[in-house]
């Protein structure tokens, strides 16, 4: 692949202006859309690190990967991008598998290790989100502290809308509340 710097103004979206390949599957609304702006104006560097997948089609480029990252950089007022040129002989097959594999996250966030190493303040203003209906409060650094309360856990509270819902958390976090850290969850008030 051809990396290149190419003008914002030759950039498309992928609206399925390429036969076979259907229009990106991906949108980005109000808070994920301000958490990206705000991701790219702190980072702008960020930019080179993970260019755009281009290709060519009609005298423009086509996005292939990093429709949501075009779409900001052009309300910055950015004019230009790195790209990644893919070969104008690529099959549309692959620029299916490409469109939708750019965007798998084949990981998952360790939550045990987040809250424990990381400042969710800045998770938070990074654009990192949290499980749906989990609210996020620190309640002391354990660095703040003195003496005895210095050796203490940390602690988080975490709050859910019903039952179900912290079920599904528990499913999904199991190991890593038994295992690796102590939480203390709040369902209306009381706490398990």
């Known amino acids: 692949m051809e990396q290149k710097v190419i ?3 030759d950039l498309e979206v992928n609206r399925g202006q390429i036969d076979g390949l259907p229009k990106n599957p991906r949108t980005i ?7 990206l702006k705000k991701s790219i ?3 702008p560097e960020m930019l080179a690190l993970r260019e755009l997948l281009v290709f060519p089609h009609k005298g423009k480029f086509v996005v292939i ?3 949501m990252r075009l779409r900001v950089c052009k309300e910055l007022g950015y004019k230009e991008l790195p790209c990644k040129v893919i070969d104008e002989n690529t099959p549309v097959e692959k620029l299916r598998e490409y469109t939708i594999k750019d ?3 084949f990981g998952v966030d360790d939550w045990g290790a987040l809250f424990d190493d990381w400042n969710t303040g800045e998770l938070a203003d990074w654009g990192l989100e949290f499980p749906q209906n989990l609210n996020v409060e620190e309640e002391t650094e354990p660095t703040d502290l003195d003496g005895e309360q210095k050796n203490k856990p940390f602690i988080y509270k975490m709050t859910f809308e019903n039952d179900d819902k912290l079920n599904e958390f528990r499913q999904k976090y199991e190991a890593l509340i038994q295992d ?3 939480v203390i969850i709040s369902i209306s008030g009381g706490e398990l």
């Open 29 to 35: 609304k109000d808070e994920r859309f301000k958490a």
């Open 65 to 67: 990967g990093g429709n």
């Open 41 to 43: 104006e702190d980072a």
């Open 180 to 182: 690796e850290f102590k």
């Open 7 to 9: 003008k914002i103004a």
């Open 103 to 105: 965007n798998i996250g």
